[in-house]
């Protein structure tokens, strides 16, 4: 029987691309504001200096990742020593446009008439500030109280914990394969991929379900909690 329902956030409550995106436009207006030497800077050079930093950083907590990825951004004009404002100009613009999915709101309502529901994240999208404030029962965020990124069992591990039950009672759901469907399985917890983009499921894993949106998780839930392994309606497929 499932009694807890616990959410990654950002690509599968929050429609986070845009909001990166329109943050990351007013960090560029900004430069060419400064300084003409940011007069040949692209978007597509700052949008590159995330991928250019987290492969060394990726344990880091998400705030100091970002910063050092604007830091890249603005040694590209010399403004180095601007890195304080021109990140507060890209938070402030980052949060005020992170909003959920439509199909987030309704089906939390939905979800919330049965279940206990969580927000567990490695990112620094808080629900509070996201347009999900009070939304759930209870919310984790790695690097807070020392508690490490997903996919590190310690995560899962905080996430039965403060759920105060059994991990098999536990769903996790969200859009990354690895730190949402393989890392929670291993780790005791039942799991759903949210597969928006409809991507081909990888090989030698099989999640608990697949959804396409999250429309569907309630019928989805439902039919998991009733021990079922067959196709449903909706037409998601159950996994072993």
Known sequence: ???????????????????VTAGLVTVLDEMRRRTPDAADVTLAELESDWGAVFGELSAAPVLEIRRAALARSLARAGLDD???EIAALFF???????RPFPD???TLAVLRTRYTLGFATNGNSRAERCGLAGEFAFELYAHENGLPKKPAP????AVVA???????????VGDSWEHDVVAPRRAGLRSVWLNRQGLPRPAGF???AEVSTLADLPVVLSDLSA???????VGIELGG
């Open 92 to 98: 402030a613009r980052r949060f005020a446009l992170t």
């Open 104 to 106: 987030v709101p309704p």
């Open 154 to 157: 310690e995560f899962y591990a």
């Open 1 to 19: 029987m499932l009694t807890t329902v616990v959410f990654d956030a950002d690509e599968t409550l929050l429609d986070l691309r845009p909001a």
């Open 162 to 172: 403060t759920a105060g039950v059994p991990a098999e009672q536990i769903v996790y």
């Open 227 to 233: 021990g079922s392994s067959d196709r449903v309606d």
């Open 82 to 84: 601007h890195l304080d």
């Open 206 to 208: 099989t999640p608990d």
